[in-house]
């Protein structure tokens, strides 16, 4: 039986978010390997893009930012966390959680309550 395989594009900024993404919520490791790997080959120059997305006119005459450049870091969002939560995304929200957790910012309680919905969340898949 011939498997179908289907070839997307994405930028490293978005390639290293679903690296993140299935490091914490998924089981599945041959994914995960063979991202970090095609990580790896981009960062040594292996590989070359595939295609280059010329910016829009809005975006060359200023007028709107890349989403891109303009996605804020963990630190970041957890710095605006800190000060004024109520506009955060559930994606954001998760990505303050993660970095609280990995960096030691939660009290024994909520690192066990994060950690044990990790665990539920993984074994869904």
Known sequence: M??????????????TE???????????QSLLA??????VKIDRGLLQSQIS???SIEQRLGLVQSI?????????????WKTNPINLT?????????????NGFMDDEE??????SIFSSGTNM
């Open 90 to 102: 559930p994606p954001q929200l998760a990505i303050i959680h993660q970095y609280r957790w990995e």
């Open 68 to 80: 891109i450049s303009t996605a804020p870091t963990p630190i970041e969002l957890y710095q605006r």
């Open 34 to 39: 063979y991202l970090e790997a095609f990580a």
């Open 2 to 15: 011939t498997e179908q395989k289907f070839r997307p594009y994405f930028t490293t900024a978005e390639l």
């Open 18 to 28: 679903i690296i993140r993404c299935v490091k914490t919520s998924s089981t599945n």
């Open 111 to 116: 690192s066990a309550r994060f950690e044990a």
């Open 53 to 55: 997305v010329q910016p």
